[in-house]
């Protein structure tokens, strides 16, 4: 069992070819055909945008999509460094001149340091409609190479560095995702039915701590999968710090979201972290289905306090994380949500393929193929 946990930390979840055809739906059949799964999309990503903007007052910009290895802005996505970024060498000017890049894995660290260029004050903060290569991941249903996020980030107040404040920001995300599912259901009517239920009202906030003393033998994701029965949207809160079973619910890396300060629960237990997961009971696939990581980020007192606890100290010679523990840049809270998850899960679909156009090996769309699922070339 400690094996399974392990393993269980990072990744996907689904190890092999023959596993994913065994949970792909057998009786799927797309309720949009192509042409109206794009117009549904923009309807999705339009409404998303303008309202996100609006509860969490952001404004959208640019977001780069390469980035210089020596500014260390690029993120890890998992403390053991088994995730790394696709990198190349510019040979500008004969080689005279030459920059080392990395195709960005996410815009996580990039965002607090465009807070500060663009002048952001404290309740202000920027969106982004960001791209980013993952060459690491196993690619099954929901998980694919090219990824599409709004990568937000927003400047925050040392007072605000609380669970009450990730909690508010939270349910104001909430409120856009099920808005943007009555938007689509209004212009495609087709996909209110009473097969795959809409989304619940409210989300259940849960710390990590909790949901382990709810399943103590099981690993995450399968913890994850069970509590979903019980409430169809959560909030994981907690997600990074070593649990009493000796993991954490999930890797998380240690220079951006805050995992360490200690927290309590609502009836006053000794919790950790300040950030964490919406996950949510996906009816199409009947899997566990993670919509967007956030968290109040790191100051440079817990920038330290992680970096110590993942043996990473040596990142503090890097220019961003020297910036933070100067505090050079601005307390923030911030997130990615997943756009191609968002729509598969709002246009109930069963491969993340059918709104997303990437690569996928044969294999996987032979077996979509069988199943009446079409992934986009």
């Known amino acids: 069992m400690m094996a399974d946990k392990k393993a269980d930390l990072a990744g996907p979840g689904i190890g092999n070819y023959e596993e994913l055809e065994k949970i792909l739906p057998q009786d799927y059949n797309s309720l949009l055909n192509p042409k109206d799964t794009q117009k549904a999309i ?16 952001l404004m959208i910009v640019q977001v780069p999509l390469i980035v210089d290895v020596e500014s260390g802005v690029n993120d890890l996505l998992d403390r053991d460094g088994s995730r790394t970024p696709v990198q190349f060498h510019i040979s500008n000017d004969y080689n005279k001149h030459p920059v080392d890049a990395q195709v960005v894995q996410a815009a996580t660290k990039w965002k607090r340091v465009a807070l500060k260029q663009y002048a952001m004050k404290v309740g202000e903060g920027i969106c982004t ?37 990730l909690k508010d920001t939270v349910r104001r995300i909430w409120k856009v995702l099920r808005g943007a599912e009555t938007r689509v259901q209004e212009l495609f009517p087709q996909l209110k039915t009473n097969k795959y239920p809409n989304l619940p009202e409210d989300i259940k906030f849960l710390h990590a701590e909790d949901i382990l003393d709810m399943y103590p033998d099981l690993p995450r994701k399968q913890r994850e999968t069970t509590v979903l029965q019980k409430y169809p949207a959560i909030f994981v809160i907690g997600v990074g710090w070593t649990l009493k079973d000796g993991y954490p619910h999930e890797m998380r890396a240690a220079d951006y979201d805050d995992w360490v300060t200690e927290t309590r629960s609502e009836d006053g237990r000794p919790m950790h972290g300040l950030n964490g997961d919406i996950l949510v009971w996906n009816p199409v696939t009947k899997r566990r289905h993670e919509l967007t990581s956030m968290g109040i980020r790191v100051n440079a007192e817990t920038l330290k306090k992680q970096l110590e606890i993942t043996g990473q100290l040596d990142f503090l010679k890097l220019p961003y994380h020297r910036a933070i523990i100067n505090n050079e840049l601005p307390l923030s809270i911030g997130g990615g949500i997943g756009q191609s998850r968002t729509y598969m899960l709002l ?22 193929a069988k199943k009446n699922i079409h992934v986009l070339e």
């Not at 945008?49 to 969490?56: A, F, G, I, S, V």
């Not at 290569?133 to 980030?153: G, I, M, N, P, T």
């Open 42 to 57: 923009f309807a999705a990503k339009n409404y998303i945008e303008e309202q996100l903007c609006k509860e969490l007052n």
């Open 129 to 165: 409609d960001m791209r980013a290569v993952r060459k690491d991941y196993f690619l099954d249903h929901d998980h694919s190479a090219y990824v599409d996020q709004w990568d937000w980030e927003k400047v925050i107040t040392a007072d605000e560095r609380n669970l009450n404040y």
């Open 347 to 368: 246009l109930r679909k069963a491969h993340l393929g059918e709104v997303s156009v990437t690569v996928w090996p044969k294999i996987l769309k032979e077996i979509c």
